[in-house]
């Protein structure tokens, strides 16, 4: 079956530690992005990519990097610059980030501070 | 900048009755909005897609409204089943940025 794995499920950062949380998909979809979920509060956009060796900031980049080396993988760090990384991290992907198609997501990452 | 508004952080009712969520947008219309099904501890998972040129959409016991006079869309869960029970989140996208903007979600419980 086709889909998103993310992976760990759950992740413990101690300070001044950067964390590398892991999306992988198997749908050949050319756009992949990172959101963080807060209780209460909307999606919001990390980061996105396209295609291949190119991404974008989203609407709160600051503190997180992220790489698209390969179609398949879209990795996330978060950084000891992010002074408040706990939250639940979702992967998706779609065919491309212009067309109607919904988004697949992974079943997350839930980040906590020792 | 945009504003998504869904009701209530959560509504509870009845089995057998119909669940009905909203989703409020301010400023200009969105080419499209998405609904979303969300589980605790899971991702997201896609309902229903409607148009801006589109006034409903039904799938199964969905159903979703969209009124851009009102800058609303419904969504219905007709005879509503305890399996129904989750979180939906609504997600516009606007014109130009072309970027998905998700609610924060109303939680629904349907009670036996």
Not at chain 1, 68 to 73: A, I, M, T, V, Y
Not at chain 1, 82 to 102: E, M, V
Not at chain 2, 86 to 93: E, F, G, N, Q, S
Request: with cysteine.
């Amino acid at each position: 079956d086709g889909g998103i794995t993310q992976s760990p499920k759950y992740l413990f950062r101690k300070e001044g530690q950067n964390v590398t949380l892991s999306c992988e998909q198997n749908l050949n979809h050319d756009a992949m992005y990172w959101y963080r979920q807060d209780p209460g509060q909307g999606l919001r956009l990390i980061y996105y990519s396209q295609i291949v060796n190119d991404f974008q900031k989203g609407d709160i980049a600051e503190g997180y990097s992220v790489s698209r080396e390969k179609k398949e993988s879209f990795p996330l760090t978060v950084t000891s610059a992010q002074k408040n990384p706990t939250a639940f991290y979702l992967c998706a992907s779609n065919r491309d980030r212009a067309s109607n198609q919904p988004q697949h997501f992974g079943d997350g990452t839930r980040l906590s501070i020792l | 900048s945009q504003k998504i508004e869904q009701n209530s952080e959560a509504l509870n009712i009845q089995e057998g009755k119909t669940a009905t969520l909203t989703c409020n947008y301010t400023n200009y219309s969105p080419a499209y909005l998405q609904w979303y099904r969300q589980d605790p501890g899971r991702g997201p998972v896609f309902l229903l897609l409607i148009r801006e040129n589109e006034k409903e959409k039904r799938k199964e016991r969905l159903k979703v409204t969209f009124d851009t006079t009102l800058k609303q869309s419904l969504f219905h869960i007709t005879a509503s089943q305890p399996a129904d029970s989750a979180t939906y989140l609504c997600a516009p996208l606007f014109k130009p940025a072309r970027q998905l903007t998700f609610g924060s979600g109303t939680q629904l419980t349907v009670l036996p």
